[in-house]
Each structure stands twice: as structure tokens, then as C-alpha cells.
């Protein structure tokens, strides 16, 4: 079946650190793949996605390439900031409507 | 921008007794909600979908007459609970939008029965 894993938080980091959130995947076809990002007391929020191989989803200073061969969408930032600090989630989505499947969550924590 | 409110974001109750969860589309109005569920360090896993005057769809192994859900209007979609148990205490989120690049998410209701 479809599946995400993500690996275990907390990451910690100080502030200005490289980070990196591993993703992969399972799937059947060829998976939309996204991350999500939930703040403190706050709904998640679509961060960046990419819907085909080799695509390059960015926002915020976030990016994540869509690796078909290794099955991977991994988080990157090259400097995190204290306001980084939230929940990821990696999510993939394989019919064309709504249904995300969801890696468990990774948090991370940025201290100055 | 579109805001997704849940209510109550956490409720504690005893072990028998009914939970409804509210989840409101404020600024907009959504056809369809989804339901998920967290369990502690796992992954959110879609419950249900709920279509506004209709039937909500179950996911495969969620118990539709443990879970109802009821979308009577545009901007509501309720879950609630039945003759909870200690099992069923999670951490309930909602969706509401269209293709899942605009779906907006609730801040979670966090259930508790003793």
C-alpha cells in the first residue's frame, strides 16, 4: 500500500544550522508529494509540493526535490531561524482528489 | 486568507458518553471536509469525508456508527464521538477545500475519555 516515513523528531538545532528532514515514500503511479508545516496551536499549512519527478518545490527558504529513483522528498534549509520551530509533515497524495496520506511528523526545535 | 476553526480544540469526558467536534470553514464555503486522526508520534489517518447534504464517505476499518458526521451546511461539518473509550482518545483534525494544495486545516481537537 501507499505509505510516508519520515524520520523521528525532535530535531534540535541552532539557529543558522543547515537542516535536513528525511522523507520517502511508497506508492503506487506517480504520487503528488508535499510538506506541511504546523505551528504551535495552529492547523497545517501547505509549505511547498511537486508533482512529478524531478521537480523542485520551494518556499520560505524550504526546498524539497522530488527523487523518483530513491523515492524521496527530502526537507532542506540551508539556515533555520527560532521561528522554524514547528511540527513537518510529509504528505503524499495518489488519486486526484484530496486523499493525503501522511508521515507521522517530525519537530523541530531552533534555539538562538 | 481561509481559516478552518475547530471546536473544542481539547475535551476531556468520561467513558460511555457522546463527543461532538465542530469544524467550521470561516471566510469560505466547503462542499467537502475531511476528518483525520492522529495518534501520538503516528501519522494523521483520514478518517472520512464529509459531503455537505449528503452521506459522508468512511474510510476502510473506521466504524461509521462510531464516528458520525454530519455536514448540514457550507461552512459545518460535526464528528461526534459515540459511547467513547479510552481508545478512542486522539487527536482529531479537519480539512476543508478543494484540491489538496488549498485544503486548509483546523488546530485540532484533542479527545480525552477516562
Known amino acids: 500500500g501507499n505509505s510516508v516515513t519520515q524520520m523521528e523528531g525532535p530535531v534540535t538545532l541552532s539557529e543558522e544550522a543547515f537542516l535536513t528532514i528525511n522523507c520517502t515514500y511508497t506508492a503506487t503511479g506517480y504520487p503528488s508529494l508535499f510538506w506541511y508545516v504546523q505551528y504551535p496551536g495552529e492547523g497545517l499549512q501547505l509549505l511547498l509540493k511537486a508533482t512529478k519527478a524531478d521537480d523542485k518545490g520551494s518556499n520560505k527558504g524550504f526546498e524539497a526535490t522530488y527523487r523518483k529513483e530513491t523515492t524521496s522528498f527530502h526537507l532542506e534549509k540551508g539556515s533555520v531561524q527560532v521561528s522554524d520551530s514547528a511540527v513537518y509533515f510529509c504528505a503524499l497524495r495518489t488519486d486526484g482528489y484530496n486523499k493525503l496520506i501522511f508521515g507521522a511528523g517530525t519537530r523541530l526545535a531552533v534555539h538562538p | 486568507g481561509a481559516v478552518v476553526s475547530q471546536h473544542p480544540s481539547w475535551v476531556i469526558c468520561k467513558s460511555g458518553t457522546s463527543v461532538k467536534i465542530e469544524c467550521r470553514s470561516l471566510?469560505?464555503?466547503?462542499?467537502?471536509m475531511f476528518w483525520y486522526r492522529q495518534f501520538p508520534k503516528q501519522s494523521l489517518m483520514l478518517m472520512a469525508t464529509s459531503n455537505e447534504g449528503s452521506k459522508a464517505t468512511y474510510e476502510q476499518g473506521v466504524e461509521k456508527d462510531k464516528f458520525l458526521i454530519n455536514h448540514a451546511s457550507l461552512t459545518l461539518s460535526t464528528l461526534t464521538v459515540t459511547s467513547a473509550h479510552p481508545e478512542d482518545s486522539s487527536f482529531y483534525i479537519c480539512?476543508?477545500?478543494?484540491?489538496?494544495?488549498?485544503?486548509?486545516f483546523g488546530a485540532g481537537s484533542r479527545l480525552t475519555v477516562l
Open positions: 471566510d469560505f464555503q466547503a462542499t467537502t
Open positions: 480539512s476543508a477545500g478543494g484540491t489538496a494544495d488549498v485544503l486548509t
